[in-house]
């Protein structure tokens, strides 16, 4: 990483943080993913990479290509933007799926449909 | 010295990211039902994208950036498809 | 003015994403980014999507600070709870029905953003029928607790900006 010589010692140590905060939430969320004990709770596992670990690599990695080429690199927003609009709408799907399947199979750990829809 | 210490950090950052690959696949394999294997696969492509994104630190290049991009475009096409396939596939009508 | 440009704040929102993808603000790349976001624009408007009327704007980057903060501080609540170990957990899941006042639908999906973007709670379901919204918690120990937060730190809020 010769090129990285460049990069002032505040930046570095500041992309190094966020790099190890953003990896180390997506861990964090994987463990979760395994240990949780039902679906429901699992659901909530990856948000942490997805919310606050996704953020942290993506403001380091917009830090870095910015000092890097000194202009501003802020494409990143992009996927920023992305996986603020797509995330809440897979794990809601998803969590709508299964919670149909349940229903449909009589589990009683799962709420029953509201009285609402079926009249 | 700045050099170093991103060296270890991106490293550091790409073994957490493996180890979290590995805890999404036995989740993926063990299961236990379907629900369980398509939010394994959605983590599994956000950490695709996050290690992505390390790559291309790493390298210096800006060019990982259009594949993390694609890869999370891909990733919540494909997971709303199957969510949906979780409504409607097994469903006797 | 809206008849030729139906969405305006989409269009904008798709010059600026194609900007940013082309990564120049050279007039080449404005002029194909301003043909793109009219062409999205009237593609939506042939969908004949509900109308978005904001609203109290001045109220937004309050909510949005506000969203970052309490992100940040469930992230470290969930963090907490995935590594505790598994002896002492005292802690239960569950699911609430929170009975909600809003009926603006993008008011509803911002709620529904909010909520799962952060860490420890996702929504699951809404009933149009009876206005109730189903609320997946990973920390449940007190169901009017919720009610009272969902309703008081976010609802209102967005009620104030959407309605």
């Given at each position: 990483m010769t090129y990285a010589t460049e990069l002032p010692a505040w930046a570095a140590l500041l992309i190094s943080l966020l790099l190890l905060l953003g990896s180390g939430l997506a861990f964090i969320g994987a463990i979760g993913l395994l240990r949780l004990k039902n679906f429901y709770e699992r659901v909530h596992a990856p948000?942490?990479?997805?919310t606050l670990g996704m953020g942290c690599v993506l403001m380091a990695s917009m830090l870095f290509?910015?000092?890097?080429?000194?202009?501003?690199?802020?494409?990143?927003?992009?996927?920023?933007?992305?996986?603020?609009?797509?995330?809440?709408?897979?794990?809601?799907?998803?969590?709508?799926?299964?919670?149909?399947?349940?229903?449909?199979?009589?589990?009683?750990?799962?709420?029953?449909?509201?009285?609402?829809?079926?009249? | 010295?700045?050099?170093?210490?991103?060296?270890?950090?991106?490293?550091?950052?790409?073994?957490?990211?493996?180890?979290?690959?590995?805890?999404?696949?036995?989740?993926?394999?063990?299961?236990?039902?379907?629900?369980?294997?398509?939010?394994?696969?959605?983590t599994l492509y956000l950490i695709a994208a996050m290690l992505l994104l390390v790559f291309g630190i790493r390298t210096g290049s800006p060019h990982y950036f259009e594949?993390?991009?694609?890869?999370?475009?891909?990733?919540?096409?494909?997971?709303?498809?199957?969510?949906?396939?979780l409504m409607r596939g097994e469903v006797i009508e | 003015?809206?008849?030729?440009?139906?969405?305006?704040?989409?269009?904008?929102?798709?010059?600026?994403?194609?900007?940013?993808?082309?990564g120049s603000i050279s007039p080449g790349a404005v002029l194909l980014g301003c043909l793109l976001a009219i062409g999205g624009a009237l593609a939506l408007a042939s969908l004949a999507p509900p109308r978005l009327r904001l609203r109290r704007l001045a109220l937004l980057p309050g909510l949005l600070r506000d969203v970052l903060v309490e992100v940040v501080r469930s992230n470290n609540a969930v963090a907490r709870i995935i590594l505790q170990p598994a002896a002492k957990t005292v802690r239960h899941s569950g699911f609430v029905r929170i009975p909600l006042d809003m009926r603006?639908?993008?008011?509803?999906?911002?709620?529904?953003?909010?909520?799962?973007?952060?860490?420890?709670?996702?929504?699951?379901?809404?009933?149009?029928?009876d206005g109730t919204m189903l609320l997946h918690v990973l920390d449940l120990s007190d169901e009017a607790e919720w009610v009272r937060i969902v309703k008081e730190r976010?609802?209102?809020?967005?009620m104030e900006i959407f309605e």
């Open positions: 948000t942490l990479g997805a290509f910015t000092l890097l080429q000194s202009r501003l690199v802020i494409h990143e927003l992009l996927i920023a933007a992305l996986v603020v609009v797509t995330t809440p709408v897979t794990l809601m799907l998803l969590t709508r799926a299964a919670l149909y399947r349940d229903r449909i199979e009589g589990n009683d750990t799962v709420p029953p449909p509201p009285t609402g829809k079926h009249q | 010295m700045s050099a170093v210490l991103l060296g270890w950090a991106v490293l550091m950052a790409q073994f957490l990211l493996a180890a979290a690959t590995g805890c999404v696949a036995v989740r993926l394999l063990r299961g236990p039902r379907a629900q369980d294997r398509v939010l394994a696969l959605d594949a993390a991009l694609l890869i999370a475009l891909l990733g919540f096409v494909s997971t709303a498809a199957l969510a949906k396939f | 003015m809206k008849r030729i440009l139906p969405h305006p704040l989409l269009a904008l929102v798709l010059l600026i994403a194609w900007l940013l993808l082309v603006a639908p993008y008011g509803l999906a911002a709620l529904a953003c909010i909520l799962t973007a952060t860490p420890g709670t996702v929504w699951v379901d809404y009933d149009a029928a976010w609802e209102r809020r967005l």
